[in-house]
């Protein structure tokens, strides 16, 4: 088992629908997360972490984190083309006694249509 | 202020070579991780480095190494390359290392592709 899973898509909506990616992971210890944001032939970028349980917004982003559960989601309201991309979720573990490590899923590819 | 650099950006080889990869990260910043990125897995981690010291290590044979120096600029080296190998290597850089609890964003550089022949 991957210690984080993502469906890799494609995940299809049409233009201004609300985008619902999802992620869980296996590591309890894991202690935040973060959404990236990859073009197609260019590099991860951040866009949304998240480290507390419920809902974080920022604009029209809103990342949710359940610890109970172990689940992260990312909510993108009015979807834009722009926003097709594939989106990375990663966790951040810090064992005991040990310097963090960062572990990403596939990415979920996300298609905006027209 | 100038981002992550890294070069080349595109590589050939084939099986049975090595290869060196640079990193150049964000001025000032000490922490450098590099990551391999497949389709069919996705964005694995290789290792980190910080004031030239390796902190953490993935899953990666040993035929994958690493250094940094001094001014925090890093190379990954490959050797014996493997079909397997063909890939796009990104490193990321952070302005600290990581702490229990603590949060550093990392920034991307625009990765080398390897192909291996």
């Known amino acids: 088992q991957k210690e984080v899973e993502q469906n890799s898509g494609p995940l299809s909506v049409p233009e201004g629908a609300i985008a619902s990616l999802n992620c869980t992971y296996s590591d309890r210890g894991s202690q935040s997360f973060f959404w990236y944001r990859q073009y197609s032939g260019k590099s991860p970028e951040l866009i949304m972490f998240?480290?507390?349980?419920g809902d974080k917004e920022d604009g029209r982003f809103t990342a949710q984190l359940n610890k109970a559960s172990q689940y992260v989601s990312l909510l993108i309201r009015d979807s834009q083309p722009s926003d097709s991309a594939t989106y990375l979720c990663a966790g951040l573990i810090v064992p005991s006694g040990g310097y963090q490590k960062v572990t990403f899923g596939i990415g979920t590819k996300l298609q905006v249509i027209p | 202020k100038a981002g992550v650099t890294q070069t080349p950006r595109y590589l050939i080889k084939t099986r049975g070579q090595q290869v060196t990869l640079s990193c150049s990260p964000i001025s000032g910043h000490r922490s450098v991780s590099w990551y391999q990125q497949t389709p069919g897995q996705g964005l694995q981690f290789l290792f980190e480095y910080f004031s030239e010291t390796q902190r953490n290590k993935g899953n990666f044979p040993g035929r994958f190494s690493g250094r940094q120096f001094s001014n925090s600029r890093s190379e990954m080296n490959v050797s014996t390359l493997e079909l397997g190998d063909s890939a796009l290597y990104l490193c990321?850089?952070?302005?600290?290392?990581?702490?229990?609890?603590?949060?550093?964003?990392?920034?991307f550089g625009p990765g080398t592709r390897l192909t291996v022949l």
């Open positions: 990321a850089s952070s302005d600290r290392p990581g702490g229990s609890g603590s949060y550093n964003e990392q920034f």
């Open positions: 998240i480290y507390s349980n």
